[in-house]
């Protein structure tokens, strides 16, 4: 049973970097077969998929912030970070980190999501 | 990019009917790449279906999933209380996840 934890800072100022971190437990983030990501929902709307990573450490991202995201692993404290750069307003959302273990095709576990406010 | 539109945006029913949910993807998407979850206030997504149409862990079989191509359904037979949610459907393909804009299931 796999658990993911997000954490990070709640308020972020326009223009800086926000960086989350997922840590996982019930599995090791570098298992064969498991895959991770990162899923934003801005207040009152739908659901956006960020970007992924699987346990090889190939990484794959929504073409529309792709010039911004970078997810990456620490494999040492089994979890792996979402650094968004260059944040504006539309960028306020709860962020989920979430995983499977057997497809990158969809999502079984998530985290309970964290509120990240862009604002000076 | 895979575009998934849902319909109807809200969907008023009570408990004991049968819910239908639509979705269609601007173009063909392979049945084996594709989901549906529910998603209750201030709460995570659960999945629910997977590969168009199978359930996944712990779902109970009030919920079905079915199509191909470019048109997919989620079905409720008969309503629970706790049923009442909203519903994103989600495809994957190129390395790419979209999901639809979702459908609110709403006690009538």
């Known amino acids: 049973q796999l658990q993911l934890q997000e954490s990070g800072p709640g308020l972020v100022k326009p223009s800086e970097t926000l960086s989350l971190t997922c840590t996982v437990s019930g599995a090791s983030i570098s298992s064969s077969h498991h895959y991770w990501g990162w899923i934003r929902q801005p207040p009152g709307k739908g659901l956006e998929w960020i970007g992924g990573m699987s346990s090889s450490g190939y990484t794959y991202y929504n073409p529309s912030l792709k010039s911004r995201v970078t997810i990456s692993a620490d494999p040492s404290k089994n979890h792996f970070s979402l650094k968004l750069t260059s944040v504006t307003a539309a960028d306020t959302a709860v962020y989920y980190c979430?995983?499977?273990?057997?497809?990158?095709?969809?999502?079984?576990?998530w985290g309970q999501g964290t509120l990240v406010t862009v604002s000076s | 990019e895979v575009v998934l539109t849902q319909s109807p945006g809200t969907l008023s029913l009570s408990p004991g009917e049968r819910a239908t949910l639509s979705c269609r993807a601007s173009q063909s998407v392979s049945s084996d790449f594709f989901a549906w979850y529910q998603q209750k206030p201030g709460r995570a997504p659960r999945l629910l279906i997977y590969?168009?149409?199978s359930r996944a862990t712990a779902i109970p079989d009030r919920f079905s999933g079915s199509g191909s191509g470019t048109d997919f359904t989620l079905t409720i037979s008969r309503l629970e209380p706790e049923d009442f949610a909203v519903y994103y459907c989600?495809?994957?393909?190129?390395?790419?996840?979209?999901f639809g804009q979702g459908t609110r299931l709403d006690i009538k």
């Open positions: 590969a168009a149409s």
């Open positions: 989600q495809q994957y393909g190129s390395s790419v996840i979209t």
């Open positions: 979430a995983g499977d273990g057997g497809s990158d095709r969809w999502y079984y576990y």
